[in-house]
């Protein structure tokens, strides 16, 4: 499975960006995703995630409210909306996919180590 994030770059405070992350090499459909975020001298945490179906997501407390994780399986693409940005935001953001779903539930989707396929980072900025 190749993934490939787009849509990172700078923006002010209080401002808005939409990641996409498109999948090429699996059934996308059947493949639940997830977006991450590694700041500088930081850990790679879970920011939101979405499962093969659509009909599970999970947000970590901090991006609750502000981002959203849709999927387009026509496309083959999850996307991250990411409105009222705040510079602790400023990350490089990645996005994963399993095709394990069996394992997959909202209760342990903020693990990296369920996702075995990673796309490269979109470095998002956000000014004070």
Request: a positive charge.
């Amino acid at each position: 499975v190749q993934l490939q994030a787009s849509g990172g770059g700078l923006v002010q405070a209080g401002g808005s960006l939409r990641l996409s992350c498109t999948a090429s090499g699996r059934t996308f459909s059947s493949m639940s995703m997830g977006w991450f975020r590694q700041a500088p001298g930081k850990e790679r945490d879970a920011v939101a995630a979405m499962s093969w179906s659509g009909g599970s997501t999970y947000y970590a407390v901090s991006v609750k409210g502000r981002f959203t994780i849709s999927r387009d399986n026509a496309k083959n693409t999850v996307y991250l909306q990411m409105d009222s940005l705040k510079p602790e935001d400023t990350a490089v953001y990645y996005c994963a996919a399993t095709d394990r779903n069996s394992q997959w539930v909202v209760s342990t989707a903020r693990l990296a180590t369920n996702y075995e396929y990673w796309g490269q980072g979109t470095l998002v900025t956000v000014s004070s």
